[in-house]
């Protein structure tokens, strides 16, 4: 089992950027594909970006491209999300999410979730 704890959410201005971190426990993610997922009010959880389990393959969501950037440090067990150039169209609940084997953009096919932390971004 896996357990992931989101944090860095907050309310932030248009613009502006915030950091996402999500730590791991339970077990290594070394062998995980680590990805960012988010639901925005009265909408489904959708993909934002992912990186493979050795790190070296990111995707992103054409919608956060150029502003998100995904990181991951397996010695610290933890992946990150920093989100620059922040829009309002961003606030949602982030969710972190791993995957065994290779990475997916596909929400159905994550083994383990995090509880979410909330982003609101004002215009």
């Known amino acids: 089992q896996v357990q992931l704890v989101e944090s860095g959410g907050g309310l932030v201005q248009a613009g502006g950027s915030l950091r996402l971190s999500c730590a791991a426990s339970g077990r290594s993610i070394s062998s995980y594909a680590m990805g960012w997922f988010r639901r925005a009010p009265g909408k489904e959880r959708e993909f934002v970006a992912v990186?493979?389990?050795?790190?070296?393959?990111?995707y992103y969501a054409d919608s956060v491209k150029g502003r998100f950037a995904i990181s991951r440090d397996n010695a610290k067990n933890t992946v990150y999300l920093q989100m620059n150039s922040l829009k309002p169209e961003d606030t949602a609940v982030y969710y972190c999410a791993a995957r065994y084997g290779s990475a997916t953009t596909n929400a159905y096919t994550q083994d383990y979730w995090g509880q979410g932390t909330q982003v609101a971004v004002s215009s």
């Open positions: 990186r493979t389990w050795n790190g070296g393959i990111t």
